[in-house]
């Protein structure tokens, strides 16, 4: 990203704030006359020049102002943006909230994910907690017909796992629970990997080997994040943002609504997230184009991992716009990653 002087960096940063605020392309008038800028709307024009010639704004038709470019986005939220922080009232009520929940895991997320919709008036994602790698704690397998089962799996960080099994030949319920027995004391709190080790060491019949390799690869999925399942909150509000309902012809307004619609409800945005989102501590901000997903290209994610990466945790965030507020986003999503790693800190007691 090409260095810019204090004056571009003064006007890209307004510009920025203007067209957050008011969703409609800035003149140079407007610049001038709202943000105090000391020199005459000549001089801004020729700025602003300089900044579509680095890519960080663009015009979308000749008579129109400017309107920042993902790039533009990216150099404001790095460079220019004012951290921000929620108020002491905001987070006394957020903490009364998950105070009258008590020590209710799913009510944890769901408040999460509404209070960040709320708050930021978008739409919210979370992932359930769960182990980072999952070990067994009990399995059942029930009879469904002469050649059919019903295999559900409980792990040690209360996932719970289902699937069917297709047997090589006919078992009773009775066999099925003395299987599921012996093997439960045998694969107690094992992942994925020492169950496949034991599958080489020890002499078990047809039906545990199936047995035993279903439970296995179903273990190995446990970390996979393009298969979870994310709690979503205040879908509407993206639809209410003048993307979605004002801006450009009616056509193109629906094909936008569609693709983000898609994305949140087939969870098309999960591949973008488990591939970009690092390991590492904080907040994330990822915007439109940066993404690999085309559908993607019109909406930016704000997004943190909370709990441990070594023990419980998971994902939680904010979609919007690529016009969102980036200071508020960030700070309300590193305030909920927060108030999880909390809880769950007191729960699975781990600092």
Do not use: C
């Not at 038709?61 to 790039?71: K, M, Q, Y």
């Not at 009879?143 to 090589?168: C, F, I, N």
């Not at 994310?230 to 943002?241: A, P």
């Not at 970009?276 to 997004?303: F, P, T």
Request: charged residues 25%; glycine residues 6%; aromatic residues 6%.
């Amino acid at each position: 990203m090409i260095p810019l002087s204090q004056r571009k960096q003064q006007i890209l940063r307004a510009l920025v704030e203007e067209y957050i605020h008011t969703a409609t392309p800035v003149a140079s008038e407007t610049l001038v006359r709202k943000y105090g800028l000391r020199f005459s709307s000549a001089t801004v024009r020729h700025e602003l020049a300089g900044l579509e010639e680095a890519n960080l704004i663009y015009q979308p038709h000749t008579s129109a102002g400017r309107v920042p470019t993902d790039l533009g986005y990216r150099y404001f939220v790095e460079h220019l943006m004012q951290e921000s922080a929620l108020s002491m009232n905001e987070q006394r009520l957020i903490r009364h909230q998950f105070y009258q929940v008590q020590d209710q895991l799913d009510q944890w997320v769901r408040l999460t994910a509404s209070v960040m919709a709320r708050l930021l008036h978008s739409a919210a994602v979370m992932s359930a907690p769960r182990a980072r790698e999952g070990h067994l704690k009990h399995f059942e397998v029930l009879s469904v017909t002469e050649l059919s089962a019903h295999m559900v799996l409980v792990l040690t960080d209360g996932t719970v796992k289902q699937q069917r099994l297709l047997l090589e030949s006919p078992i009773q319920q009775e066999e099925l629970s003395n299987l599921s027995m012996r093997l439960n004391k045998l694969f107690h709190d094992k992942n994925a990997a020492e169950i496949n080790e034991l599958l080489s060491t020890q002499d078990l019949a047809p039906e545990e080997r199936l047995i035993a390799t279903t439970i296995a690869h179903m273990l190995e999925q446990h970390g996979d994040l393009v298969g979870d399942t994310f709690y979503r909150e205040g879908v509407i509000n993206i639809l209410d943002q003048p993307e979605y309902s004002r801006m450009g012809p009616e056509e193109e307004r629906n094909e936008r609504v569609r693709k983000v619609m898609e994305v949140l409800e087939q969870n098309r945005f999960l591949p973008a997230l488990a591939s970009q989102l690092r390991s590492s501590d904080g907040v994330q901000v990822i915007i439109g184009g940066e993404n690999q997903w085309d559908d993607m290209k019109d909406v930016s994610l704000v997004v943190a991992r909370y709990g441990q990466d070594s023990k419980v945790g998971g994902l939680l965030g904010v979609i919007g716009p690529t016009r969102m507020q980036y200071g508020r986003a960030i700070a309300v999503v590193r305030y909920m990653a927060q108030v999880m790693n909390e809880l769950l800190a007191e729960v699975y007691g781990y600092e």
